[in-house]
C-alpha cells in the first residue's frame, strides 16, 4: 500500500512539473498587474518572448527572457529592447527574496523630461548607463543596493551655449524605504558634488552644487548666482527638497 502511494506521490509530482516546464507565457498577462500590457507573446515561461511590452501608454520594448539556474534555484535573464524607456538587461530570481543582478540599462538623457513629466531650463544631452551589480528586496523593503548611473557624454546646453560636464558618476544604494543617491567624484570642469535621497512616497531632499564657477559661461552665471548661495572655497551650493509626483504612464 505504501509504495502504491508513494508512486502515486511521485506521478502527481511529474505531472505537476510538466505542467510549469509547458505553462505558455501568454499566462503572464493574466497574472501581471493590469498597468502592463503584453503584445505577440510566444514561448513558454521558462523562454519565450513579448513582442511589445507596454506600461499604459509607454512602449517598453521587446521582451526576451530564458531561464536558468542559480545555486540550485530557478533565475530569469530578461531583455528589453527597441523601447522608448530605453534598452537593457537583468537577471531575476528568488531567494527566500527577490534578487537582481548583472543588469544594465541604457537611454538618451534628451527623453527624461517626456518620460518623468518634468522639464528643465537646461538642455541635457549624452546617454544615461545604469549599471546594476546586487539588489535585494522583499514586497516591504530594500535590503540592499549596488548600483551606479553613469552620465557618458554629458552636456548641458542654455542660451545657445553648451558645456561639457566630463563623465558623471550617481553611485545607489538603499535603505529599507529609502533610495539613496551620490555624485562621485567631482569632476571638471564644473567639480558638481551632491547626495540626496527619495523614499517610496516620492519625497525628495537634495544638496550639492559646484566646486567652481570659473567654468560657468558668462551667460549663465547671473541664473546660477540667483539659483544657488556661495559657498567655502568658491563653492555654490544648492539645498532642495519636496515631494516628486513620478509619472511613467
Not at 106 to 114: G, K, M, N, S
Not at 157 to 162: D, F, G, K
Not at 183 to 202: T, Y
Amino acid at each position: 500500500m505504501r509504495r502504491w502511494l508513494l508512486s502515486g506521490c511521485l506521478l502527481v509530482l511529474l505531472y505537476v512539473v510538466c505542467l510549469l516546464v509547458s505553462a505558455p507565457a501568454r499566462l503572464l498577462a493574466t497574472l501581471s498587474p493590469v498597468q502592463l500590457q503584453w503584445g505577440g507573446v510566444s514561448g513558454t515561461l521558462w523562454q519565450g518572448e513579448a513582442e511589445q511590452l507596454r506600461v499604459g501608454k509607454r512602449l517598453l520594448g521587446r521582451l526576451v527572457w530564458q531561464s536558468g539556474w542559480r545555486n540550485g534555484l530557478p533565475v530569469w535573464r530578461l531583455t528589453l529592447r527597441e523601447g522608448e524607456m530605453g534598452h537593457g538587461g537583468v537577471t531575476i530570481g528568488w531567494m527566500g527574496h527577490w534578487q537582481l543582478s548583472a543588469g544594465s540599462w541604457q537611454l538618451p538623457v534628451e527623453v527624461l523630461p517626456t518620460l518623468l513629466g518634468y522639464s528643465l531650463p537646461l538642455e541635457g544631452h549624452g546617454e544615461l548607463a545604469l549599471k546594476l551589480e546586487d539588489a535585494r528586496f522583499d514586497a516591504r523593503q530594500c535590503l540592499d543596493l549596488v548600483a551606479k548611473v553613469e552620465w557618458r557624454s554629458a552636456q548641458f546646453s542654455l542660451l545657445e551655449q553648451t558645456l561639457a560636464l566630463g563623465e558623471p558618476q550617481l553611485r545607489l544604494r538603499c535603505e529599507p524605504r529609502r533610495l539613496l543617491f551620490a555624485l562621485h567624484p567631482p569632476q571638471p570642469p564644473l567639480r558638481l558634488f551632491g547626495e540626496g535621497s527619495i523614499d517610496w512616497r516620492g519625497v525628495y531632499r537634495f544638496s550639492g552644487g559646484l566646486g567652481t564657477m570659473e567654468a560657468v559661461p558668462a551667460q549663465w552665471r547671473q541664473a546660477v548666482e540667483a539659483a544657488s548661495r556661495p559657498g567655502a572655497e568658491g563653492k555654490r551650493t544648492i539645498e532642495v527638497a519636496g515631494i516628486w509626483p513620478i509619472k511613467l504612464y
